[in-house]
Every structure is written in C-alpha cells, then in structure tokens.
C-alpha cells in the first residue's frame, strides 16, 4: 500500500508542474499581446490625428480654391486685362506672376503643409489645380554622430 502512495504522489506533482507551466506560458502569452494591443492603439490614435488634420487642412485648402473661384466669377465679362485685374485686386496676396498661378500653404502638424497651386487660364476664366499635395515644411537634419558602417574598412 505505501508503495501504491508514492506512485500516486508522483504522478500528481508531475502533472500540477505541467499545469504550472502551462498557466506561466498563458500569462506569457497574455502580457506579450497586452502590449501589442497599447502599441496598436497609440499607433491608431496618431493615425486618427493625422488624418483629422489632413482633412481639416484639405477643407481650408477647398475653401481657398472657392474663394479664387469666387474672385474669378465676380469679375465679369470685360476684357482679359480687366479680368485680370480684378481679380488680383480680390486675391493678388497668393498670385505667382511667374508660374502664373495662385499658391497657398496651409500648416498641418508635424512640421507639414498642404500646398495647393490653382493655374489660371484668363481667357476662359477657369482654373485648373495643379499641385495639392502635402511636404515636410521643416528642415530637419540627419544626426550623424552614430558611426555606421558604410561595408568597408
């Protein structure tokens, strides 16, 4: 009979060891996606800032288009010079005389900017986007003082 005891006490430490094991590899597991799962939320939330931002700048950035849309329908029928000149009485502030076109930039975060650049045709009164797109506004410089390896000596 006290041989039969210690077959069966044997048999339970080996399997409450298993089981022990089994509960530490769980809760292993457990922490590991825990911070997976904060890691994807920050990720989610800065993405959900950005993209707010992106369409609050794209919203000010139709507007612009409106306004000097507006300008252009004000002006009337009179002659391609008056035209012209009317307008850049209304909205000359953003007019490049070089490229021949009205250009905005509207700041976003993180150093960006939505630049939109409407071309305008005089004879035809209408305008035609050109660019709209958003750039880093802010120069950054590269720290190099980490010494890289560039694969020789």
Known sequence: MADYEMRRKANIGSSSLILIFIVLCLATFGLLSLGNARGD?????RNAAAVKEYYRADGVGE?????????????????????????????????????DSFLTDIPMNAGQALRVELAADWQTR???VKTWKVYIQEDYEIDQSVRVWSGTE
């Not at 939320?41 to 939330?45: A, K, P, W």
């Not at 612009?64 to 252009?72: G, L, Y």
């Not at 035209?83 to 000359?92: F, I, N, P, T």
């Open 41 to 45: 939320e920050l990720l989610s939330v």
């Open 126 to 128: 209408k305008l035609e």
């Open 63 to 99: 507007k612009f288009v409106q306004t000097v849309d507006q300008a252009f329908k004000r002006a009337g029928t009179g002659s391609q010079e008056a035209v012209r000149q009317q307008v850049l009485a209304e909205v000359g502030d953003y007019y490049q005389e070089d490229t």
